[in-house]
């Protein structure tokens, strides 16, 4: 999506580039802001660039990967995760205050916002649409073994599952344990391997055949 306002976005249709209802909204709608002065194109431009390059689950991705490779860092990960995370660069609003809780044989972790949708923007970006709709509120904290068999994870009977509620003050970020069989692999390529939903514990980790080359 260009941001030439100048050129009200001739540069999509230049190429043939055949553009949604929602996108032809969503331009109509920016058009007319830009031309009241309610927003500056420049700061706009700023804000879409941050979340589509800088802010994102592939932050979060590199702390855990990170935290699989450097024991030191996990320590330090679980024990001030605002600090550790801060080190690697990504802070901001909506991570000012972040928890890592680390997944184990026994133990699987899950993060749900019950209130509303508290989720830690600068590891994991925009919260997805189901996050922060009622049904998964609510579920996650009466049913979470069924919430996860919905996201086709089933785990075995005996494994203890903890929800955690983020709040306006904690946000959480889980740990999931590193796949097997990635002995010697790179903080880099065991990145790849961390998704989204890993790191809220609806899902888990990608395993190597999924991304060996």
């Given at each position: 999506?260009?941001?030439?306002?100048?050129?009200?976005?001739?540069?999509?249709?230049?190429?043939?580039?055949?553009?949604?209802?929602?996108?032809?909204?969503?331009?109509?709608?920016?058009?007319?802001?830009?031309?009241?002065?309610?927003?500056?194109?420049?700061?706009?431009?700023?804000?879409?660039?941050?979340?589509?390059?800088?802010?994102?689950?592939?932050?979060?991705?590199?702390?855990?990967?990170?935290?699989?490779?450097?024991?030191?860092?996990?320590?330090?990960?679980?024990?001030?995760?605002?600090?550790?995370?801060?080190?690697?660069?990504?802070?901001?609003?909506?991570?000012?205050?972040?928890?890592?809780?680390?997944?184990?044989p026994e133990t699987h972790n899950m993060v749900v916002c019950t209130l509303c949708s508290c989720y830690p923007w600068p590891v994991l970006g925009l919260p997805p649409?189901?996050?922060?709709?009622?049904?998964y509120r609510s579920r996650a904290v009466m049913d979470p073994r069924g919430v996860l068999k919905d996201f086709g994870v089933t785990l075995p009977p005996e494994k203890?599952?903890?929800?955690?509620?983020?709040?306006?003050?904690?946000?959480?970020?889980?740990?999931?344990?590193?796949?097997?069989?990635?002995?010697?692999?790179?903080?880099?390529?065991?990145?790849?391997?961390?998704?989204?939903?890993?790191?809220?514990?609806?899902?888990?980790?990608?395993?190597?055949?999924?991304?060996?080359?």
């Amino acid at each position: 999506m260009t941001h030439d306002h100048s050129h009200h976005h001739d540069h999509d249709h230049e190429h043939g580039t055949v553009l949604s209802d929602v996108e032809l909204r969503v331009r109509a709608l920016e058009t007319v802001l830009v031309q009241k002065g309610y927003v500056d194109p420049a700061a706009l431009d700023v804000l879409i660039e941050t979340y589509e390059t800088r802010v994102g689950p592939h932050n979060g991705a590199r702390v855990v990967a990170k935290a699989w490779s450097d024991p030191a860092y996990r320590d330090w990960l679980l024990k001030d995760a605002t600090a550790a995370i801060a080190s690697l660069g990504y802070t901001g609003r909506q991570g000012e205050h972040m928890v890592a809780v680390a997944n184990t044989p026994e133990t699987h972790n899950m993060v749900v916002c019950t209130l509303c949708s508290c989720y830690p923007w600068p590891v994991l970006g925009l919260p997805p649409v189901w996050y922060k709709s009622a049904p998964y509120r609510s579920r996650a904290v009466m049913d979470p073994r069924g919430v996860l068999k919905d996201f086709g994870v089933t785990l075995p009977p005996e494994k203890q599952i903890k929800v955690w509620d983020s709040t306006a003050e904690i946000r959480y970020l889980v740990l999931p344990e590193r796949p097997a069989g990635t002995e010697g692999w790179s903080e880099e390529k065991l990145a790849t391997l961390v998704t989204r939903d890993s790191m809220i514990g609806t899902g888990l980790p990608k395993q190597p055949a999924e991304v060996a080359a």
